[in-house]
């Protein structure tokens, strides 16, 4: 097959593309990726080609450099509003030019994008006959409407009764007025402008359900129920991780199994503050003689993370992590969508700490799936923090949970699902073209 990959300028949603396109290549497809100009490297290092998204679809590796209005809007309806209307709905026909651009010279079979690759709707809603296979990725939470009438977004737990359910319904209304809804109009006008539409469903529940298939990347019992979810969707479990992608960290011996070993991380996002999480789980550990805390700083010098460091602290700008996680007793995270994924898939209990983005959607379903603690917040304090990593070290309910979890991921062979249905879609989108043009 020949295969585009498509993503917008994020490392955070740019690696999970780049995920299956190992797959691909290992499988002997021919594959192109479409992203930003900065991420090159990163692309051209798996052995695609690479291919630069036209100006107008194109992202500051700083979003706030580009948006530096979004400073002035608190976060809330308003921030989500102007993040789906101005960084991603307006890429949109930028995308789409960049699309085309590439399958003039590489008529892929199949094009899989990330969950906000929006230039491929004006494909998905145009002539069957006149597009490939489209396959977008769930690199977050399902975003798919919830069973409880919760809004996405909120950050809030299933409802366990009819007034909470009451209330919820009273949230949504107000995200589909304040957000959605005018975020739905700005996108079918765009949509007009080229000839397609209009989309007549939350952009939320178009981005699962308008694609040939929708790949989440993770297991059921990690997702809200839903009772009414789109064939088209197919839980694939977390990417492998690549190996050995960093050398071991020279007190790699220490981890001996005489102390629980900690694993704290804040991910891609928000590497920029440390203080957020990486200096006040520190703090919090400090004292604890029978714990061991590693850290990663994702590519920071670890000369970033302010002092003083504890005694039973070790640090590494990277660490291999599925050697991490295969000696961790517990991850501190604030919710990346991938690395939760990846824990829970070596039975790794969580305390997570974010509401950030997709955050607080993330580490909801952390706490519903009993895997884990949910801070419910950006800024935890060091004893909240402590009292949290004790439980889940210190009460099996967190290991057994996430132990069973574990189990789930490996009945899933996530290489040939995707292949399977990489493969699967490709043929019915052949013979569709093929019945159409005779």
């Not at 490297?41 to 979004?70: C, N, T, V, W, Y």
């Not at 949230?171 to 209009?198: I, Q, T």
């Not at 970033?304 to 517990?330: C, H, M, T, V």
């Not at 955050?359 to 935890?380: E, F, I, K």
């Amino acid at each position: 097959m020949k295969v585009l990959l498509a993503s917008i300028p994020a490392v955070g949603h740019l690696n999970p593309v780049l995920g299956i396109g190992r797959i691909l290549i290992d499988a002997g497809h021919e594959v192109a990726c479409l992203s930003g100009g900065f991420l090159r490297d990163r692309i051209e290092s798996i052995g695609a080609k690479f291919h630069a998204l036209p100006a107008a679809a194109d992202l500051d590796p700083d979003p706030m450099k580009q948006f530096p209005e979004a400073k002035t809007i608190s976060p809330g309806l308003q921030l989500l509003r102007f993040a789906l209307e101005r960084v991603f709905i307006d890429r949109m026909p930028g995308q789409l030019e960049g699309l085309r651009q590439v399958l003039r010279d590489f008529p892929a079979d199949v094009i899989i994008g990330d969950q906000l690759m929006l230039g491929t709707f004006p494909m998905l809603l145009g002539p069957r006959s006149k597009r490939p296979a489209i396959v977008l990725l769930g690199t977050s939470y399902l975003i798919w409407r919830r069973d409880d009438g919760a809004p996405n977004e909120a950050g809030i737990p299933p409802a366990s009764n009819e007034a909470q359910r009451e209330e919820y319904a009273a949230l949504f209304k107000e995200s589909e007025a304040a957000v959605f809804g005018p975020a739905g109009r700005h996108l079918n006008n765009l949509l007009a402008a080229l000839g397609v539409g209009p989309v007549s469903m939350n952009l939320y529940d178009a981005i699962v359900s308008l694609p040939d298939a929708y790949l989440q990347l993770t297991v059921p019992s990690f997702e809200l129920p839903r009772r009414n979810l789109p064939a088209n969707v197919h839980f694939v479990g977390p990417l492998p991780i690549v190996p050995n992608q960093a050398p071991l960290p020279p007190w790699a011996h220490e981890l001996d199994g005489s102390r629980r070993v900690v694993l704290l991380t804040q991910g891609t996002l928000t590497t920029y503050n440390f203080n957020e999480l990486v200096v006040p789980t520190l703090a919090a550990l400090a004292d604890e003689p029978d714990v061991l805390v590693m850290v990663t700083a994702r590519g920071r010098s670890i000369d970033a993370i302010p002092g003083p460091i504890p005694s039973n602290a070790r640090l590494a700008s990277y660490l291999p992590f599925e050697w991490a996680l295969s000696k961790a007793d517990a991850f501190v995270t604030n919710g990346g969508y991938g690395s939760v994924n990846q824990a829970l898939s070596f039975g790794v209990p969580i305390v997570a700490a974010g509401a950030l983005a997709d955050r607080g959607d993330v580490n909801v379903r952390v706490a519903w799936s009993g895997v884990g603690v949910n801070l419910a917040t950006n800024a935890p304090t060091s004893e909240a923090l402590r009292l949290a990593i004790r439980d889940v070290l210190d009460k099996p309910n967190y290991r057994s949970r996430a132990t069973e979890m574990a189990k789930e991921f490996s009945r899933i062979d996530t290489r040939s699902e995707i292949l399977r249905i990489l493969e699967q879609v490709s043929q019915a989108s052949e013979k569709e073209r093929g019945l159409r043009i005779a």
